[in-house]
């Protein structure tokens, strides 16, 4: 567990953990748990930052760390078919953060509307004629409420995202980008 908290991303390092606790191997899991739950969690203060639980210059409470970082550990448990009540005396989480946890799918809330419009309006004016086509094309389906799945195909840099997104969200709608390449998907965050 040492060289792995050293070496992996922390996430990966409650996937282990999981597993240990699976294989039966541990005689008193929470030890393992106190040993090295600061280490496990270092990265929640962050995430839960960044989730808008707390304000940015809030300090968070040790406890709501640790209990998300169980929290998190039971939720890879239960995907496995067990939980932290299996592991006794492991601690179990004292707060649900399911309904806390914002679904990165549907966070167009997160979007500022006032600047969505002015992108759009700034993009719009330079757009090529095949960009003005899709762009139409899309605003019509959004419009008329039809649901209809586009596929945009062409080189980085000819804002096939902004085709498919600020407009919608300009609207405070829902645009939802899939990329299929992995740094695509890492880019899309951006718009």
Same mark, same amino acid.
């Given at each position: 567990?040492?060289?792995?908290?050293?070496?992996?991303? =922390? *996430?990966?390092?409650?996937? /282990?953990? @999981?597993?240990?606790?699976?294989?039966? %191997?541990? !005689?008193?899991?929470?030890?393992?748990?106190?040993?090295?739950?600061?280490?496990?969690?270092?990265?929640?203060?962050?995430?839960?930052?960044?989730?808008?639980?707390?304000?940015?210059?809030?300090?968070?409470?040790?406890?709501?760390?640790?209990?998300?970082?169980?929290?998190?550990?039971?939720?890879?448990?239960?995907?496995?078919?067990?939980?932290?009540?299996?592991?006794?005396?492991?601690?179990?989480?004292?707060?649900?953060?399911?309904? =806390? *946890?914002?679904?990165?799918? /549907?966070? @167009?809330?997160?979007?500022?509307?006032? %600047?969505? !419009?002015?992108?759009?309006?700034?993009?719009?004016?330079?757009?090529?004629?095949?960009?003005?086509?899709?762009?139409?094309?899309?605003?019509?389906?959004?419009?008329?409420?039809?649901?209809?799945?586009?596929?945009?195909?062409?080189?980085?840099?000819?804002?096939?995202?902004?085709?498919?997104?600020?407009?919608?969200?300009?609207?405070?709608?829902?645009?939802?980008?899939?990329?299929?390449?992995?740094?695509?998907?890492?880019?899309?965050?951006? *718009?």
């Amino acid at each position: 567990m040492e060289e792995a908290i050293t070496m992996q991303p =922390r *996430i990966a390092c409650h996937w /282990l953990l @999981a597993v240990i606790l699976l294989t039966n %191997e541990v !005689a008193e899991p929470h030890l393992l748990w106190d040993q090295f739950k600061a280490r496990l969690c270092n990265d929640v203060k962050h995430k839960l930052h960044h989730m808008n639980h707390y304000q940015a210059d809030q300090e968070i409470p040790e406890n709501d760390v640790y209990n998300y970082g169980l929290w998190n550990l039971n939720r890879i448990l239960v995907g496995m078919g067990r939980n932290l009540a299996d592991f006794l005396p492991m601690p179990f989480p004292q707060q649900q953060w399911a309904h =806390r *946890i914002p679904n990165s799918l /549907l966070q @167009a809330e997160q979007y500022n509307v006032d %600047e969505m !419009a002015t992108l759009v309006d700034e993009q719009k004016a330079i757009f090529n004629p095949d960009q003005a086509i899709a762009f139409d094309t899309i605003l019509e389906s959004v419009t008329n409420n039809q649901g209809h799945l586009f596929f945009i195909h062409a080189a980085g840099g000819y804002g096939k995202t902004f085709l498919s997104a600020a407009e919608v969200r300009r609207r405070d709608q829902v645009a939802l980008c899939v990329a299929s390449s992995g740094i695509t998907t890492l880019l899309l965050n951006s *718009i």
